[in-house]
């Protein structure tokens, strides 16, 4: 796929599919609904979708965004898959926890924690 098809850059860890955004801001909606799309893609390759979500390389990121991560951990649910996410910037976390999203998610301060808490 070329690279400017995508807006991911995932790799394996184990069962574990690591993915990490590749933009600093996650605010365009086509952007997002591209994200969702590879997001819905990994969820959808794997019985039971085990699936990290790094937001290292993120500064900024819109509710359009937030909304996609609720519809992609409902997809994962479904499977009875498990999402971890790390690595948010605090004032991203912020978000979350006005959002209450922080209550939804499991938010692990990096990635190495978010791995070692899949079962």
Do not use: W
């Amino acid at each position: 796929m070329p690279a400017e098809d995508t807006r991911l850059r995932t790799r394996t860890h184990g069962d574990v599919t690591v993915a990490e955004f590749i933009d600093r801001n996650i605010l365009d909606e086509a952007n997002i609904q591209m994200i969702g799309e590879e997001l819905s893609t990994i969820v959808e390759k794997s019985p039971r979708p085990k699936l990290l979500i790094s937001f290292s390389n993120v500064d900024h990121l819109s509710s359009a965004a937030l909304g996609t991560l609720i519809t992609i951990n409902n997809k994962v649910k479904a499977r009875n898959g498990q999402l971890r996410l790390s690595n948010i910037d605090p004032q991203i976390y912020e978000v979350f926890v006005i959002t209450k999203l922080n209550k939804l998610f499991q938010i692990h301060d990096t990635a190495e924690a978010a791995l070692k808490s899949f079962a």
